[in-house]
């Protein structure tokens, strides 16, 4: 397993595998932010989007197993003129066939320290509050809560789930 920073447009075969990826997670009900799988022309324009950032405004970062793309994500510096110093940790997503076997941990280590070393103060995320697994993970890399929208997210017409806040402050990160 490893993990490869992204700082370029990908290329076609990896977009089209990012866009497999996201499209399985979202069809098997992930929060990741969409209600039906981005066609690849929107992941494409994200990834490109991304890599026209500066190196210290934006991060992506892949993970390969055995060659194949296995998980991803990324943070972005805010462009509000006073949240400058703060980063959102927008996505991180792995492969369901990936899923836990330490790919996920991998890349959020790597996110944090890539962060850190951008000089960003505070990390911030947001997840669905179903979704047990990002909210263990993020707490055991040192994240905390710091609000919650009641019935925020609306994945479909039936459905209402809250809305959680993270941060993670780097300035006291041992
Ligand atoms: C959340 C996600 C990124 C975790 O990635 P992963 O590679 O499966 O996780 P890892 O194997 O690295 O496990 C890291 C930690 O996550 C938590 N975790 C992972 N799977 C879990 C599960 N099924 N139930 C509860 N906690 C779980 C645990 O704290 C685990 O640490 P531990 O093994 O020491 O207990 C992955 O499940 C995913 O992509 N889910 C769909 C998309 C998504 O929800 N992304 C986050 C939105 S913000």
Redo the contacts with the bound molecule.
């Keep these: 397993m490893k993990v490869e920073s992204v700082g370029h447009a990908p290329d076609p075969a990896t977009v089209r595998a990012l866009t497999r990826l996201v499209g399985d ?1 979202v069809s098997a009900d ?3 932010g969409w209600t039906s799988p981005p066609a690849q022309d929107e992941i494409e324009a994200l990834l490109a989007e991304l890599a026209g950032l500066a190196p210290d405004d934006a991060y992506l970062l892949l993970a390969r197993v055995d060659g194949e793309v296995a ?1 991803f ?1 990324y943070w972005r510096r805010y462009s509000r003129p006073t949240h400058r110093p703060h980063a959102d ?1 927008e ?5 369901a066939e ?11 280590r790597a996110l944090i320290e890539r962060a850190r070393a951008a000089g960003i103060e505070q990390l911030t ?4 509050g179903d ?4 909210e ?2 993020y707490l ?1 890399a040192g994240f905390r809560e710091y609000g919650r929208l009641p019935d925020f997210v609306a994945p479909d017409a039936g459905r209402r789930l809250d809305k959680v806040f993270h941060v993670l402050d780097l300035r006291h990160l041992k």
């Design positions: 997670l992930a929060a990741l998980g994500g940790l996505k991180l997503a792995v492969a990936f899923s836990g076997r330490g790919v996920g941990r991998l890349l959020l995320l947001d997840f669905r979704n047990a697994a990002a263990r993970l055991s």
